[in-house]
């Protein structure tokens, strides 16, 4: 009986901690964004921004086209990290009825990593004409957007080796909680261009910021809870909880995205 009431309290302790962490990460970035916004507002107020003029017909549906692409592909790779997650989450029932559901999570990343390889930048060639070297090589945006693509398929490819059986080495539980960081970092540095222009642009920057400062905070969050979930301690089955439980707050972070 004594040691059903400590399981107990050390599972309500968990899903407190878990609660705590979750609304942490929703809660961060919208803090650090007002306070980035009350210090610039003033320097904002009374500038004259040509950038702010009228936009022809042509130029507004072309900016919409890229709006509703854009948001597509955040929104198709928010679902499919947000299964992931929930996958992950319910992977005792799962492999109790379908032994090869513990493969499913990590496809989820595969698809999404081939998805924004090739459909990410539909101005490269085959959908535009423009090369996918110029792309590259020109456009910050482009390669960022194809460094994802493959960090993804290194996630993807890794996991499902690892739920396979057919990799055990060591150095692969690690795999993932560096190459999520890293994708983290580099959303803080994710160059967004494109839609700049036109009237309100200060304000769609200002959203766009937002929302992937909310991804770079959650992702760091998955990358530690991962390498803790990976490290045997005292306190590891709860960071096998919480590291799927941040991937299905970012999937649905990137399924809310607007610009």
Known sequence: MRNVRRLLRQSILAEAVILSVLISFLLAPQLV??????????MHDGMSMPMDSPLDAATQAALQAWKRESEFNHHLAGFLVLVAGLLILADGSIR??????????PICFL?????LLIF???????????SWYFGLTHHMEV????????LL???????LQRARGTLKARWSGWVFPLVAAAGSLLLLFHDHQAGMTGPGHMELMHRIQSQHISFSVTGLGIALSKGLAETPFEWRPLFE?????LLVVLGALLMVYVE
């Not at 990410?120 to 423009?130: C, I, M, V, Y």
């Not at 909880?241 to 439980?245: K, N, T, V």
Request: proline residues 4%; without cysteine.
């Open 241 to 245: 909880r919480l590291f799927p439980a």
């Open 153 to 159: 398929l290194v996630l993807g490819v890794i996991e």
């Open 33 to 42: 964004l007002r306070a980035q916004d009350d210090a610039t507002h003033g």
């Open 111 to 115: 698809v999404s990593g081939i998805f």
């Open 96 to 105: 109790q009825r379908w032994a090869a559901g513990r493969h499913v999570w």
């Open 120 to 130: 990410s930048d539909t101005e490269l060639w085959p959908f535009g004409e423009q």
């Open 143 to 150: 390669l960022q957007h194809k460094v994802f693509a493959v």
